[in-house]
């Protein structure tokens, strides 16, 4: 059997290569095995799970496929009728109070990609205890599959939709009166993803402007990748400046992270967004709790957190990691620094249409440019500037760069000394203005990432080069 491999946050593969629907109808199959041995444990689960899917080619196939297994084991199964953004999954899930969920997406990859997340009874990602156990299932039952029609007259599959009550959640969670009441001019990203029109059609009827753009099914995203960062926002950003906008949202593949975009065409990085929304829930909602970021987060959380004597996490990258704890203490905020951000009283679930709410709501606040507002950021905190590369690599380099960092590790990065050392993912490197270059492998494609945040992103851009020598020079 081909190897199954579950990464950062479930399994992802190319389709067609590894991710095929003989692989999908085993991986379902291992899943069913798991939530049936779940079924003696969660007794206070009802024993039924949710699958949805996203917009990428015959992920409603694939949802099928997962569905059609699931039943045959005597799984009940409610599957979503459209794609449908990830957190409502997830919120299906805690509102049905179900005992788990699939989701058939690839998030941010490449189109080539697509994948399968495993949403466990909390609403959450799968922890590294449950995906572990998973693939020890795959391959150990044979599959089975009756026929569809037959599972779907038995009521063994129900087809609904279930955004409608994901999106009235987020109507009471944000104060979409004030957002609609402000003159704000918004565009929307929706990268063709299953982000789809909800952030516009939640805000009508008011003064706010919302139009959105790639809003409809395209399985190769335009040719780009459905990831809200640079270079993949160069229409939105043109569109905000040329057209005048106060802001630019992005939703992702499955609508589960944000980007944002000022009014000049500037693309916020992942920790800013970050930031902007943990500051709207501390100063303007009055709102407590700990927070949580990935290793990769950015010197302005742990400021933030100091100030308001908050306790800051830090975490291995993957939200599995901010979902645990999340489950365990009282979090405000988690996130991480690809704009993936979950919050308190909800569910510990990223949420690309919320976050963008709350920027609005947090705009609609103040009654500031989200540029005016950064700036008081940087005038207070201090200015730090973010930057990644992600360099695609064969395994042995791969290997051999990890080695080569553990056997001789860096005592400098360009002209600064190293002062502290973090190597529980990847190699993150703290030097002594607290600038910091951090170099990992990717969890989900074959690619090595170089990070680097310093002062100025000219700075930031040169730690990145001096990653790119090291790669190179293997």
Known sequence: ???IKFGTDGWRAVISDTFTFDNVEKVAQAMADYVSA???ILKDREFKVVIGYDTRFLSDRYAELTARVMASNGIPVILSDRPCPTPSVSYAIKNKNLIGGVVITASHNPARYNGMKYKAYYAGSAGPEITKNIELLLGVNQVKREPMDELKLKSAVVIEN?????????KRYVDLGSI????LKVIVDSMYGTGNSYISELLKGGKCRVDTIHNIVNPSFGGINPEPIMPNLKELALTAKKGKYSVGLATDGDADRLGVVLSDGRVLTGHKVMTLLLLHLLEDRKM???VIQTICGTVLIEKICKKYGIKMHETQVGFK??????GKDDILVGGEETGG??????IPERDGVLSGLLILEMLAARRK?????????EREYGRYEYRRLDMRVPDEKKKALMELLKTKPLKKVLDKEVVEVKDYDGYKYILKDRSWFMMRLSGTEPIVRVYAEAPSGKRALAMLEFGREIVEGL
Do not use: E, W
């Open 162 to 170: 279930i955004v409608p009550s994901h999106m009235d959640f987020i």
């Open 180 to 183: 609609k009441s402000s003159p």
């Open 321 to 326: 990691y901010i979902c645990d704890i999340m």
């Open 1 to 3: 059997m081909v190897q």
């Open 369 to 377: 440019s989200l540029d005016r507002i950064i700036k008081d950021i």
């Open 38 to 40: 779940q079924r003696t």
């Open 288 to 290: 407590r709790g700990d």
């Open 341 to 346: 951000v979950a919050f308190k009283n909800y």
